[in-house]
């Protein structure tokens, strides 16, 4: 069997973050691998997310605010080329929104992140790619969660 790999927001962030060459390397190796495997999956609710997580200010590892990575001109193409190297799943539906509920209670989770996990058994993908570790460490539902571990610079 083929991979089938969905990917969360978190590494594609990493793979547009130029602050952050170590991690940005590893992330656009690591979707390099996937997508020779066949297309890595996205959904919509993953670009939208990508997108702001660009334009958006955020914190670095010392808890101050920094500046977004991009403009929202720049994040918009980051977006379209994202969707010209993934395949992107149809929006979500009722019944990945009561599977993502059912995975939320069951797991503990961030009720988004369940979802994205329900699109990704949706979808029928096989391992589920992120940065975040409060996903399940075990299979749920065939799917492998795969942490992908940014590497940490040195004084953080």
């Known amino acids: 069997m083929s991979a089938r790999t969905f990917v969360d927001t978190n590494v594609l962030t990493y793979a547009f973050d130029d602050t952050d060459s170590p991690n940005q390397n590893k992330a656009l190796a690591r979707l390099a691998k996937e997508k020779s495997t066949g297309l890595p999956v996205v959904s ?19 808890g101050r605010r920094v500046a977004p990575i991009m403009g ?3 994040a918009g193409e980051a977006v379209r080329l994202v969707e010209s190297h993934v395949q992107v799943t149809p929006l979500i ?28 058994v949706g979808a029928g993908c096989n391992r589920f790619l992120t940065a975040d570790a409060r996903f399940p460490a075990r299979p749920v539902q065939g799917v492998v ?6 590497q940490r610079r040195p004084g953080r």
Do not use: C
């Not at 939208?48 to 997580?53: D, L, Q, V």
């Not at 019944?95 to 996990?117: C, F, K, N, S, Y």
């Not at 969660?145 to 940014?150: D, I, K, L, Q």
């Open 93 to 120: 539906t009722r019944t990945v929104v009561r599977e993502g509920t059912r995975l939320a209670q069951q797991h503990g989770m961030r009720t988004w992140d369940a979802i994205h996990l329900a699109t990704a």
């Open 44 to 62: 919509p609710n993953i670009l939208a997310e990508f997108y702001n997580s660009l334009i958006l200010p955020r914190e670095d590892a010392r």
């Open 145 to 150: 969660v795969e942490r992908f571990v940014p």
């Open 72 to 74: 929202a001109k720049d």
